[in-house]
């Protein structure tokens, strides 16, 4: 356990979090979430798509206040539903499953999301280079040099592009796809984004907190698939809205020193898996070692 | 005058909690002193070189507006995440709950920390 004195910083924390989250004998220790905002139609397949190719894990469906019948979907196709009250956006979202998977002692998370984009085939590369220690996170990419699998329209892509290059700038390394949704993270950058993560386009900044919190993160190739049925929640002027204050918040989360300690403080103790009080539980925490940057 | 006054009869009927409520109160009277004692806006007037001492009392006027709307938004961003953080607890808990009572009664991970953790939130507020 951390005792705060001295103000941590955001990459002693995400050091010091323990690497295994504490479950019960025959629990998985991974989590598949997936966060859904009116998706009734695409979310059935969705679930039935992970369970197919990653059936060893658990199943999220984050039900993000849709006013149609997602949560009752999602259920009936066996997924665990977590309903938020009210529409949160897809941070909130994202953040709620984050803290989900804290709470309940998941070691690793992988994000899909709930419009079928995302081919649940690649869960298991991702899920394989975090397990095995490679990185903290695994991002999914779609455009990995020399390998274009999915062309975006051109707005889109010139969007993609500039952010591309700002986070590439801010963290001094070659980011080549920060707004995929298709990420694995192990139980440190989770310990860190379940604190602290960002509202609209979380992506973007959820990046540049990482990289404060010195944890490593690998792209990957993947194929994306164009949305099944139904329409993105992105339309042209809200983009532009978007763009703006993405910019601005991941120009200040640089700036910024960390998330606010008082709130790590809270959740540390909150999390069940936080093991010093459960010393009569046989499940130890164990840092694999080649780990830590 | 009146907006003292309203400010004042918000706050006694407790529409407006007082930690808002002065940095109205502050404004209104210090806005309100001013134009009462004409001599004192012209000295002060004079004294930071304003030629028309009556614009001097808008410009206080213009500055009390300022800060009350950006102590605001400080205010609203707080609820805001506080908000956030409200709505996600509550389906995690809403989940635990409906997963305890139902399917799997081993699982029960957080029996003790949810009590603790629900004192600790009570110390956070009182800070």
């Known amino acids: ?293 | 005058m009146s907006l003292l006054i309203i400010t004042l009869e918000l706050v006694r009927k407790s529409r407006l909690r007082e930690e808002y409520s002065l940095l109205w109160l502050v404004g209104a009277a210090v806005v309100f002193l001013l134009s009462v004692f004409r001599k004192s806006l012209t000295a002060l007037a004079r004294l930071l070189g304003i030629v028309y001492a009556p614009s001097l009392l808008f410009a206080i006027g213009f500055l009390f507006t300022l800060v009350i709307l950006i102590s605001q938004s400080v205010v609203i961003s707080a609820l805001a995440s506080k908000n956030r953080d409200l709505a996600q607890r509550l389906a995690i808990l809403e989940w635990e709950l409906r997963h305890h009572i139902s399917a799997e009664p081993a699982a029960s991970d957080s029996r003790p920390e949810s009590g603790g953790h629900l004192s600790r939130d009570g110390e956070e507020r009182e800070r």
């Open chain 1, 1 to 293: 356990m951390i005792q705060v004195e001295t103000k941590p910083t955001v990459s002693q924390i995400a050091q010091e979090a323990p690497l295994t989250g504490r479950r019960e004998e025959g629990e998985s220790s991974v989590l598949v979430i997936i966060p859904a905002y009116n998706e009734a139609r695409n979310i059935g397949t969705v679930v039935t798509d992970v369970r197919h190719y990653a059936p060893f894990a658990d199943i999220l469906v984050i039900d993000d206040g849709s006013t149609d019948s997602t949560a009752a979907v999602a259920h009936r196709s066996g997924a665990y539903v977590l309903s938020l009250p009210y529409n949160l956006g897809i941070g909130g979202a994202v953040q709620a499953g984050f803290k989900f998977a804290v709470r309940r002692g998941y070691s690793y998370v992988v994000r899909v999301d709930g419009d079928g984009q995302h081919n649940a085939a690649y869960i298991l590369r991702l899920l394989a280079l975090v397990q095995q220690g490679k990185a903290d996170v695994a991002i999914g990419s779609r455009f990995c040099p020399g390998l274009v699998t999915y062309r975006p329209p051109l707005a889109r892509r010139l969007g993609i592009r500039f952010f591309s290059f700002l986070v590439s700038f801010i963290t001094r390394q070659p980011v080549y796809d920060p707004t995929s949704g298709m990420q694995c993270l192990n139980r440190r950058a989770l310990y860190i984004l379940a604190q602290d993560y960002p509202q609209d386009y979380p992506e973007v900044e959820a990046r540049v907190l990482l990289h404060k919190a010195r944890l490593r993160v690998i792209e990957t190739p993947v194929c994306m698939r164009p949305r099944a049925t139904g329409n993105s929640s992105i339309t042209y002027l809200r983009s532009i809205y978007y763009m703006l204050k993405v910019t601005l918040a991941t120009l200040i989360a640089a700036l910024r020193q960390g998330p606010h300690v008082s709130h790590l403080k809270e959740d540390l103790h909150a999390t069940p898996t936080a093991d010093t009080n459960h010393s009569d539980q046989h499940v130890t925490v164990d840092h694999y070692s080649g780990v830590g940057a």
